[in-house]
C-alpha cells in the first residue's frame, strides 16, 4: 500500500489539480508522480526537459501535461497555470519545487559573487513569489487551495558554505507565514517543507558533497541516516490533502531529527 492510501483513503486526491515546479527531476519528479498515484491532475513545469517525469505520470493517469517553466519570468508562469485551468478546470495544489541547489559548490560567503547571490535568490525565493501569486486568483474563486513551499532545514539551523541558498530559503519560510495571514480569510493555505539533505540526483552528482560532508551532516540528525526523496512524500500528501485543512503558515522539518523546532 502506497504512503496515498496509509494517508486518507485509497485517492485521497482525486479530483484535485495539482502543479509542480522544477519536476523534471529529482524531488519534483517523484513529487509530481506521487501526487498523480494519490488521484490528482497534474501539470508540471520546468526549464529542463520533463520528457521523463511525463512519461512516469502518464503509466498512471491520464491526467497530466508538461510546459516548460521559468519560475522567474512572470508570464511563463501565467502560462502554466493558464494550462491547468484550460485542460483540468483549477487548481486546488501547487508546489514550488523549482530551485537552485543540488548543483551549488560549497564556497566561502566572501567567494560567492554578486551574480550568483542574484541568480539564487531570484529562482528560489522570487520564482516561489511568482507561482503563489499566479495562482490566488483561481484559488480565491474556488475558495480553496493548498500552497507547499520547499524551504530548508538549513535555513533554521544555519550551515556554512551556502549562504545564498541559505538566505533564500529561510526567505521561503517567513513568505510561508506572510502569504497564509494574507490568503487565509480567502481558504488558501500556505505551508512549507523543509528537508534535509536529500540523496537526490543533483546532489549524488555534485562533488562538493562528498561522503565526508554527507556523513558530518547525518551525524547531526537524531535518525542517522539519509534522507532519500521518498521520505518527503508522506508530509507532502499531508500538506495537499483535506487532512491538514486547519493548518496554514507552518514549516515542517523531514530531516531525521537534525532541526527540532
Excluded at 3 to 12: C, E, H, N, S, Y
Aim: glycine share 10%.
Amino acid at each position: 500500500m502506497s504512503d496515498a492510501d496509509q494517508l486518507t483513503g485509497v485517492k485521497p486526491l482525486a479530483g484535485k489539480v495539482a502543479i509542480v515546479t522544477g519536476a523534471g527531476q529529482g524531488l519534483g519528479a517523484t513529487f509530481a508522480t506521487e501526487l498523480a498515484r494519490a488521484g490528482a491532475s497534474i501539470v508540471i513545469g520546468d526549464i529542463s526537459s520533463t520528457e521523463e517525469t511525463y512519461r512516469a505520470i502518464e503509466s498512471i493517469r491520464r491526467n497530466v501535461a508538461a510546459v516548460r517553466l521559468d519560475v522567474t519570468d512572470g508570464r511563463s508562469v501565467a502560462a502554466m497555470v493558464d494550462v491547468a485551468i484550460r485542460q483540468f478546470g483549477s487548481v486546488d495544489i501547487l508546489v514550488n519545487n523549482a530551485a537552485i541547489s543540488g548543483i551549488l559548490k560549497l564556497q566561502p560567503l566572501t567567494e560567492i559573487s554578486s551574480d550568483d547571490w542574484d541568480r539564487v535568490l531570484a529562482v528560489n525565493t522570487r520564482g516561489t513569489f511568482e507561482c503563489i501569486k499566479a495562482v490566488v486568483q483561481p484559488m480565491k474563486k474556488a475558495g480553496y487551495g493548498k500552497i507547499i513551499n520547499l524551504a530548508s532545514g538549513t535555513a533554521i539551523k544555519g550551515s556554512p558554505g551556502l549562504a545564498h541558498y541559505v538566505a533564500s530559503k529561510g526567505a521561503v519560510i517567513s513568505l510561508t507565514r506572510a502569504a497564509a495571514r494574507e490568503l487565509g480569510d480567502f481558504g488558501i493555505r500556505v505551508n512549507a517543507i523543509a528537508p534535509g539533505l536529500t540523496m537526490s540526483a543533483g546532489i549524488l552528482n555534485n562533488a562538493s558533497w562528498n561522503s565526508d560532508v554527507v556523513s558530518r551532516n547525518v551525524a547531526t540528525r537524531a535518525i542517522k541516516r539519509e534522507v532519500y526523496p521518498e521520505d518527503l512524500i508522506g508530509t507532502l500528501l499531508f500538506m495537499a490533502s483535506p487532512a491538514s485543512d486547519f493548518m496554514t503558515g507552518q514549516t515542517i522539518c523531514v530531516d531525521g531529527g537534525s532541526v527540532m523546532i
